[in-house]
């Protein structure tokens, strides 16, 4: 058995991600051997109880690649792997990336420049609006529009992007043979097209529900470099996204909305927070700009005559509360214990917590595995 075809036939064995993977990994050598383990050497392996190595073993001994490659090439669906070269940069990077991808379009759609753009399923006709200008606008200037395809937000967005004839990526809560919702069958098939891609992480027949769309959520941002949020109320599955792109160090941006829309307060507590505001695509752009080239003072604009190069504006220094920066002091850039911060700033753990999000999103800090945090270089 190849390391390929054991990750094809453990993608298909429930609750075996990639932290398990790569502790199996280093503990057999290979995830092929993994394969020949018994279940009492499962069981030696960090974080797997007695339960969880009988499920293994048990299931590890009648998953194969072989079929589930064969239904692929039935149905057109290329499955990238973690030893595949098109498997797309920044993904591998995040703490738990899939372990398959099973792909339907462009594979080359998913390691180019990216923004998700995501928001409420329920947006207003001004969310709408916005988030299928910001679409159309991005991926007429060469940027991947990556989304969840759900009604809402994410529809919106993949259709500006289709409107433009630019590149679309639509991650599912479900395998590629559930597409869900089904209303968005005739959009997924336009984003192909359109040199787009539709992605999901599970084998085939598995249904979409409420643990699936979380997990999903982690790859949207994680394919991206920065994710804007059009609309959003408080307490919404965009804002556990948000979350997740914070945990992976990506760009949170944030369009505003009416002071009474409670579509709006989840993006205007981003904003509080000290999310970019932005109100044109442009802005987003410079944004990611000034990221990838590592806040670089001049480029080339997008819309400038050939050759010309003209100034980019920094964003403006983080302005940081007293709270604030009593926590960052705190901190170093080899990562400090959360439990550590919150005895030495003689703030409540909650207090802490919310803090941190909020340095996150000022890029002042960044998470890192084990529940510690450090400052981020300068």
């Known amino acids: ?79 990238i792997t973690w030893v595949d070269p098109g498997y797309p940069a920044l993904l591998k990077q995040i703490a738990d990336p899939p372990l398959v991808l099973y792909v339907a379009g462009a594979v080359e759609a998913l390691d180019r420049p990216a923004v998700a753009i995501i928001g409420t399923r329920r947006p207003t006709v001004y969310g709408r609006e916005c988030a299928r200008r910001f679409g159309f606008q991005l991926a007429g200037a060469g940027y ?21 004839k630019g590149v679309t990526v639509a991650v599912l809560g479900g395998a590629l043979d559930c597409l869900f919702p089904k209303e968005n069958a005739g959009l997924a098939r336009a984003m192909i097209e359109c040199g787009g891609a539709v992605v999901s992480e599970y084998p085939f027949g598995r249904q979409p529900d409420r643990q699936t769309f979380p997990m999903r959520n982690r790859i949207v941002s994680g394919l991206c470099k920065g994710v804007l949020v059009v609309e959003a109320p408080l307490n919404s599955g965009t804002m556990i996204t948000v979350g997740q792109a914070l945990d992976q ?85 080899d990562g400090v214990p959360v439990d550590e911060v919150v005895r030495s700033s003689g703030l409540d753990a909650g207090r802490v917590n919310a803090l941190l999000v909020g340095l996150q999103i000022k890029r002042q800090v960044r998470v890192l595995p084990g529940g510690r945090v450090a400052r981020r270089s300068a």
């Open 1 to 79: 058995m190849t390391e390929r075809d054991a990750l094809i036939a453990m993608n298909r064995v429930a609750g075996l991600g990639a932290i398990t993977a790569k502790r199996m990994a280093a503990r057999f050598g290979s995830l092929a051997a993994v394969f020949e383990a018994s279940e009492s050497d499962l069981l030696a392996v960090a974080g797997i109880g007695p339960d969880k190595a009988h499920q293994f073993w048990s299931d590890l001994r009648q998953m194969r690649a072989d079929d589930e490659l064969a239904r692929a090439a039935k149905k057109g669906v290329r499955l």
């Open 144 to 164: 991947t529009v990556a989304s969840g395809l759900a009604l809402g937000i994410d529809t919106e967005a993949h259709t500006g992007a289709v409107q433009a």
């Open 249 to 333: 160090n990506r760009n949170v941006m944030a369009v505003p909305g009416r002071i009474d829309s409670p579509a709006s307060q989840g993006c205007h507590k981003l904003l509080r927070e000290g999310a970019r505001l932005v109100t044109h695509a442009d802005e987003v752009i410079e944004e990611l700009q000034d990221l990838i080239a590592g806040m670089r003072r001049t480029s080339e604009a997008p819309h400038a005559e050939p050759g010309r190069t003209v100034p980019v504006a920094r964003p403006p220094e983080s302005v940081l509360t007293p709270e604030e920066r009593a926590v960052l002091a705190q901190l170093d850039v």
